[in-house]
């Protein structure tokens, strides 16, 4: 085999190992939040100040994690389509000339993009918020009236029992993994246009002129 023909082999694989790096860190990033979430019921996002020192409340801005998990999910079976759709075209050699099928992937990619940049920016501002309205209340001496005061980077514990729900370190890592999906979709779609362009030129160069 001819080293040309070895490398075309080797970067024909690539989108489809990125596909799989992004599916990987999406669908990490969806396991953490619903795990830590008990799927979207049970929310500590964007807590105020109002809100954490109203021993009345369990649960905080539940819509935020909904949207998060939502978006997630989205993005994870968007990702899930295009990795099916990279690994019968690797596998068989059947590749998608058709403009309409084109447009289908890159919305597919668009969107789990989209929706994977959504998942991290509402986890990061989210515990990140409150974070710091619980930072804020122990740096001036007071206490929440909440069931516990939150750790940003591990496990809740009550009274020294525990661990409980929701694992800061869980929201970082999610929120990380969400940045990672979505970087290495952005390579995987760069990588897909410029691979129809180069596909695009070769049949012009191949089609006889008159």
């Known amino acids: 085999m001819k ?3 070895i490398i075309k082999q080797i970067l024909s694989v690539v989108p489809l190992a990125v596909l799989l790096l992004s599916l990987g860190a999406a669908g990490i990033s969806l396991g953490l939040l619903q795990a830590n979430t008990d799927n979207g019921v049970r929310c ?3 807590v105020s100040y109002a809100q954490a020192m109203n021993s009345s409340l369990v649960n905080y801005n539940v819509p935020t994690c909904q949207l998060s998990i939502a978006s997630a999910t989205i993005a994870t ?3 899930a389509l295009l990795t099916a759709i990279e690994l019968i075209s690797v596998s068989f050699q ?3 000339k058709r403009l309409i099928a084109n447009i289908i992937q890159a919305g597919f990619f668009v969107g789990s993009i989209l929706f994977l940049f959504i998942t991290m920016i509402v986890v990061s501002a989210g515990w990140g918020k409150t974070c710091a ?4 209340i122990t740096s001036s001496g007071g206490t929440s009236n909440s069931a516990f005061n939150i750790d940003c980077t591990g496990p809740q514990y009550i009274s020294d029992v525990g661990p409980f729900a929701p694992n800061g370190a869980d929201f970082i890592t999610a929120a990380v993994f969400a940045g990672v999906g979505a970087v290495s979709a952005i390579g995987a779609f760069c990588y897909l246009i410029v691979k ?7 049949d012009n160069e191949a089609t006889p002129k008159n």
């Open 133 to 136: 309205t619980y930072r804020n």
């Open 44 to 46: 500590f996002f964007f």
């Open 3 to 5: 080293m040309p023909e």
């Open 196 to 202: 129809l362009m180069r596909r695009q030129k070769d």
């Open 77 to 79: 079976i968007c990702l």
């Open 94 to 96: 059947i590749y998608v």
